[in-house]
């Protein structure tokens, strides 16, 4: 099984709606974080979280919102939905004590808005 | 401001050597990631640097120069399968980190 999983995989959505984006991980990580990717464009981080209490806006967090409702699970939400979120979004856990502190994300979201 | 550079596309052909390249300007300095993203997927870890010099893994080099703000991956022996897009970051400090756009290598037959 795959140690971060996020769902849905796909989802097409009209401008105004609500939309949540769900993220689990077994990796047993205390970080996560929501990134976007568009095209012609690098991850970009709309929020991260050390830990349960801990959440932190990213570079890109107006129009979403997120929750941490245990270690192992970080949602994503829209609130209202516009065309311009349209992206592939991923969900990411790192651990700090690892020797290279890389990211291991989930396989992504498609967010298509019409 | 944050910025990292890495050519849009490259084209290589199956079993020769590429590098792609990666200068960086930011705020501060605690790493520099490649990541491996095919097509529609999840990017995955290729490898750090926080060091000046070269790191090898197989068929995979990394290597940094903090004084030219300047890194590069290299891949020898190209396979079919090294067709994706190759992903330099930073970690400027603490724990964000910072993506290039991306580098799309098409290795060709």
């Known amino acids: 099984d795959a140690d971060v999983t996020q769902t849905p995989r796909n989802r097409i959505t009209k401008t105004g709606k609500r939309i949540m984006l769900e993220c689990s991980q077994t990796?047993?990580?205390?970080?996560m974080y929501w990134y976007r990717q568009d095209p012609g464009l690098g991850l970009r981080l709309i929020y991260y979280?050390?830990?349960?209490?801990?959440?932190n806006k990213g570079e890109i967090s107006d129009g979403y919102s997120v929750s941490r409702q245990a270690q192992a699970k970080f949602s994503l939400s829209l609130e209202s939905a516009i065309p311009n979120q349209t992206a592939l979004y991923f969900c990411?856990?790192?651990?700090?004590?690892?020797?290279?502190?890389?990211?291991?994300f989930g396989p992504g979201t498609r967010l298509t808005v019409l | 401001g944050q910025n990292i550079d890495q050519p849009t596309e490259m084209t290589a052909t199956e079993g020769a050597i590429v590098q792609i390249n990666c200068t960086y300007q930011?705020?501060?300095?605690?790493?520099l990631f490649w990541y491996q993203q095919h097509a529609g997927e999840a990017p995955t870890f290729l490898s750090y640097?926080?060091?000046?010099g070269l790191e090898e893994k197989g068929r995979f080099s990394s290597f940094l120069s903090r004084s030219k703000g300047y890194s590069y991956l290299l891949l020898k022996e190209l396979q079919m399968k090294d067709s994706a897009s190759y992903l330099c970051?930073?970690?400027?400090?603490?724990?964000?980190?910072?993506f290039g756009a991306g580098t799309r290598l098409f290795v060709k037959a």
């Open positions: 640097n926080v060091l000046d």
């Open positions: 930011t705020s501060g300095f605690n790493g």
């Open positions: 990796k047993g990580h205390d970080r």
């Open positions: 970051a930073v970690r400027p400090g603490g724990f964000k980190t910072i």
């Open positions: 979280s050390f830990d349960v209490k801990d959440i």
């Open positions: 990411a856990t790192s651990d700090p004590s690892g020797t290279d502190n890389e990211q291991f």
